[in-house]
């Protein structure tokens, strides 16, 4: 199985402190460890503070429900992910591995809440049948769907939540609970699961929302969630249903992304970016196995390929005229990094998280050299080294012989990491707060979402592999998967039902009715129809909740906007359309005349579910807009 114990974790880490006993000390060592010491407690604070229903910055949010941030204008992260959750949820159960005992009542929350959340009806589709709603990125903080437009469906949540469950389940099982694992927390899973077998090869939106195609990041972490799933379902005496597709994920992810220097962070897609990409730097930390290969399947850091990509995409940065931020600063080290070098959004800033992931990338890589006792530089990683290391040479080296270089290569990648931590010690404000980025230009100030819980939860894993702390293995035998001969497509058809032991609602496949709202509109450039109504489905009378209706249909005959959207049957709703303008206008609402009202058919268990129930017709009434074109 490869569980091992938090007494396993203490074991390995002194192992591996062992062995690179003769590093040597930084200059500027003793300063950093007092960064990190205090970083550290105050980033957990930080993530705690965002998450319900205690956290001192979110009130209102649900138990168990992680908040992205809380600010709630410019930008508005008042809501959460199932990303950011899954993986500030997976640090949250390795610290918990590692002894904060405190934390336990955050995951018991979190696997209600998230037991809950599978069975909420949005945007992205029902649960049943089909699973399709887990695909939706992100909730309103009470857990209700949130319908306004947005870059859906993801498909690397229901990866990252059953990666932070399944670590917790091998938790469970080692200290005497294998039943509750079975019972509660295995259902949540298996319906994640399914969902990654069903539908990992078709195409999603990239972890920043930008890119419909297919994501190096959750190809990854898929791969990771259907092995590990595997392993628990035979731990646990259950079928994983979906866990068949783990070969054929793997194939796709070794062979389409890898372009002879790099991972091209999106394909299936038409960008026009480079592909050079955070988004490839951060899958393999979450794919990390302190006992894996280089070689495995599931690309680790010490891959030489990896290693190649990590230079690919770093480099980039080092253009003093766009980062005036890394001006002067030698290829030997670490620098402020962003997403990757197209970006635009917030001036295309400089990420907390990523310059985190930096580091603990390199720490993660030294630590599987020094527990493999060699490292082999080859033709792929060659330059990778030699940046840090210019006597580097494509060969093999280990500790052991009187002037071995072993130890002298892992300490510069020691100290390469060691400069990007260096960095977040620069930039981060001295009352320990992490925005989302900071800026590129002087004077380098914090910028996006206050408290990000992303870049608090990211720098407590990156403090993690500095102290030689590591999460569970989760490869349990000597390779994760053996790659298939040729890649094929491929989709299991997956088996959902809800968590009910964890505390889901008994929900039944035909409670919701798709209502197509149809309405005319006549509208100017830059003006958008959405639907909004008094209940939860149609965003509670909120405007940032409302539904986005599509123009498609629009033509001069007639000014058709309109959507499908699928509401909870048996109900009746009150709604009006409401008209967005550009240039920050003000929305104009209908006239309250206009008063509509909806009957929604109760459930018909033997309906198609993708028939449309009901279709309106309507016509705007009340204020038209004014054009604006600024
Ligand atoms: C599906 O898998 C095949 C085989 O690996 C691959 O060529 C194709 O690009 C994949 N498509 C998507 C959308 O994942
Ligand atoms: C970045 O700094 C420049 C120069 O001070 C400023 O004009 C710009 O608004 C800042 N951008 C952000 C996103 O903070
Ligand atoms: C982050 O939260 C703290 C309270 O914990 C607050 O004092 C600080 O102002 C917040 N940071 C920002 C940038 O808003
Ligand atoms: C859920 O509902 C189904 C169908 O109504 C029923 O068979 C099942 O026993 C219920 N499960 C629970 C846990 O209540
Ligand atoms: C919404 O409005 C309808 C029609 O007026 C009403 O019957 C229903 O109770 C209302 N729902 C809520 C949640 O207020
Ligand atoms: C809306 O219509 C309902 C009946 O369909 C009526 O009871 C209600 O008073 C009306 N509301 C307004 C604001 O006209
Ligand atoms: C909307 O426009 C179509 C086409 O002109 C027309 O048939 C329909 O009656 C209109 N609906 C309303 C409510 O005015």
């Not at 390795?94 to 599978?118: N, P, R, W």
């Not at 091998?170 to 294998?178: E, P, V, Y």
């Not at 990409?277 to 070689?295: E, M, P, R, W, Y």
């Not at 981060?428 to 100030?445: K, V």
Request: aromatic fraction near 10%; include cysteine; glycine fraction near 8%.
């Amino acid at each position: 199985m490869g569980i091992l114990s938090t007494k396993t974790i203490a074991q390995v880490s002194m192992l591996a402190a062992c062995s690179i006993a003769n590093a040597g000390t930084l200059p500027q060592a003793k300063g950093l460890d007092a960064f990190v010491e205090k970083q550290r407690t105050i980033s957990l604070q930080g993530v705690l503070n965002n998450i319900g229903p205690d956290g001192s910055l979110v009130p209102g949010a649900g138990a168990g429900v992680i908040v992205a941030s809380p600010s709630t204008v410019n930008p508005n992260y008042f809501y959460t992910w199932s990303r950011d959750a899954a993986l500030t949820m997976k640090m949250i159960v390795d610290e918990f591995m590692l002894g904060k005992k405190q934390l336990k009542s955050y995951i018991e929350d979190y696997i209600h809440a998230q037991a809950v959340l599978q069975t909420v009806t949005n945007p992205s589709g029902t649960f049943l049948p089909s699973g399709l709603g887990l695909g939706e990125p992100k909730y309103n903080v009470d857990l209700t769907r949130f319908n306004g437009a947005w870059g859906r469906p993801q498909r690397d949540g229901p990866a990252l939540r059953a990666i932070a469950l399944i670590t917790y389940s091998k938790w469970l099982i080692s200290n005497g609970q294998k039943q509750k694992a079975k019972t509660v927390v295995w259902p949540i899973i298996s319906n994640d699961l399914s969902y990654v077998g069903q539908y990992w090869n078709s195409t999603g939106f990239d972890l920043w929302e930008e890119v419909q195609g297919s994501s190096f990041f959750a190809t990854q972490n898929q791969f990771r969630s259907l092995v590990e799933g595997g392993a628990l379902a035979k731990t646990l005496g259950v079928q994983c249903t979906g866990c068949d597709q783990a070969p054929q994920v793997a194939c796709f992810l070794n062979e389409a992304y890898w372009n002879g220097q790099y991972f091209v962070a999106n394909i299936n897609s038409n960008d026009g970016r480079t592909g050079k990409d955070a988004n490839t730097v951060l899958g393999s930390i979450s794919a990390f196995d302190l006992n894996a290969k280089c070689d495995d399947a599931s690309i680790q850091p010490c891959n030489s390929r990896a290693l190649s990509n990590f230079k690919a995409f770093v480099d980039p940065f080092r253009d003093s005229t766009a980062y005036p931020i890394n001006k002067g600063i030698p290829k030997s080290q670490g620098i402020a990094l962003g997403r990757y070098t197209e970006d635009v959004y917030y001036n295309g800033g400089l990420w907390y998280l990523i310059t985190a992931a930096a580091a603990e990338y390199l720490y993660d890589a030294v630590a599987q050299w020094e527990i493999q006792g060699s490292l082999t530089i080859d033709k792929t990683s060659l330059a990778f080294f030699q940046d840090i290391y210019p006597a580097a040479k494509a060969k093999t080296y280990t500790p052991k012989g009187k002037n071995a270089e072993f130890p002298l290569i892992l300490k510069a990648v020691t100290n390469y990491a060691e400069s990007f931590v260096t960095v977040l010690q620069k930039y981060i404000p001295a009352d320990g707060s992490m925005t989302e980025q900071f800026n590129r230009t002087s004077p380098f100030n914090p910028t996006s979402a206050a408290n990000l819980t992303w870049s608090y939860a990211a720098f407590i894993s990156m403090a993690e592999r500095r102290a030689k702390q590591y999460p569970p293995s989760w490869i349990s035998g000597k390779q994760s998967t053996t790659l298939p001969k040729t890649c094929s497509t491929g989709a299991t058809k997956g088996v959902y039902a809800p968590a009910t032991a964890a505390g889901a609602p008994n929900i039944t496949t035909s409670c919701t009715s798709n209502v197509r709202f149809e309405v005319n509109a006549t509208t100017y450039y830059g003006e958008n129809i959405l639907v909004a109504g008094n209940t939860t489905d149609l965003g509670s009378w909120d405007i940032n909740n409302a539904w986005p209706l599509d123009a498609s249909g629009y033509t001069a005959e007639r000014p058709l906007w309109s959507a499908t959207v699928a509401l909870t049957a048996g109900q009746a709703i009150n709604y009006a359309y409401v008209r967005t303008e550009d240039c920050s206008q003000a929305p104009i609402w209908e006239s309250a005349t206009a008063n509509r009202t909806l009957v929604i058919p109760p459930c018909d268990p033997n309906a198609d579910p993708d028939a449309v129930i009901l279709v309106t017709n309507d016509a705007w009434t009340g204020p038209t807009g004014t054009s604006g074109g600024c």
